[in-house]
T-cell receptor, first 110, second 111 residues
Framework: DGGITQSPKYLFRKEGQNVTLSCEQN?????MYWYRQDPGQGLRLIYY???????QKGDIAEGYSVSREKKESFPLTVTSAQKNPTAFYLC?????????FGSGTRLTVV | GEDVEQSLFLSVREGDSSVINCTYT??????LYWYKQEPGAGLQLLTY?????DMKQDQRLTVLLNKKDKHLSLRIADTQTGDSAIYFC???????????FGTGTRLQVFP
């Protein structure tokens, strides 16, 4: 059964710590995306990757980093430089016609 | 700019029709999409329309596209409580996979 797996579903981070959110896909899609969603707001693009070993900054990349070493995986690291990281994070993939989304990770800074 | 705009809220009675509106900016967009997001979940693709069409119907869903006004709408017939969710429209950028999302419309269905 093809799909996107985001883990964990809930994540708590202490201030000043880095944390990595996982996104794995078995859809064989080339492009992968990370979005951030805040309450009552739309989706904001953090980073995206169209092929392995290549990625571009989105609209709000500051305080985040990514890697794309394998086609199946696009992990997002939220660094301590991100001043307001509490949000819902969504990973998506595409192969030419629309996106497929994961179920999201809710990150809370405590 | 790249803004895709939607109204924030819509409230309808169960059994009535819902119409969610969206305006987009890029006249070269090839596809336009509607996604549904239930609480705490990811986005689910509902339907999409190719830019050379002006209407698409899929069971209870009807999509209307007015390219001249860059206006897209989603009509849900016989709205049910299970339709309560946030609905996002999105436009594709020409010759890329990248989508630009609207702010989302929260649909609330009351009995």
């Amino acid at each position: 059964d093809g799909g996107i797996t985001q883990s964990p579903k809930y994540l708590f981070r202490k201030e000043g710590q880095n944390v990595t959110l996982s996104c794995e896909q078995n859809l064989n899609h080339d492009a992968m995306y990370w979005y951030r969603q805040d309450p009552g707001q739309g989706l904001r693009l953090i980073y995206y990757s169209q092929i392995v070993n290549d990625f571009q900054k989105g609209d709000i990349a500051e305080g985040y980093s990514v890697s794309r070493e394998k086609k199946e995986s696009f992990p997002l690291t939220v660094t301590s430089a991100q001043k307001n990281p509490t949000a819902f994070y969504l990973c998506a993939t595409s192969q030419g016609n629309g996106y497929t989304f994961g179920s999201g990770t809710r990150l809370t800074v405590v | 700019g790249e803004d895709v705009e939607q109204s924030l809220f819509l409230s309808v009675r169960e059994g009535d029709s819902s119409v969610i509106n969206c305006t987009y900016t890029d006249s070269s967009s090839t596809y336009l999409y509607w996604y549904k997001q239930e609480p705490g979940a990811g986005l689910q693709l509902l339907t999409y329309i190719f830019s050379n069409m002006d209407m698409k119907q899929d069971q209870r869903l009807t999509v209307l596209l007015n390219k001249k006004d860059k206006h897209l709408s989603l009509r849900i017939a016989d709205t049910q409580t299970g339709d309560s969710a946030i609905y996002f429209c999105a436009e594709s950028k020409y010759n890329t996979d990248k989508l630009i999302f609207g702010t989302g419309t929260r649909l609330q269905v009351f009995p």
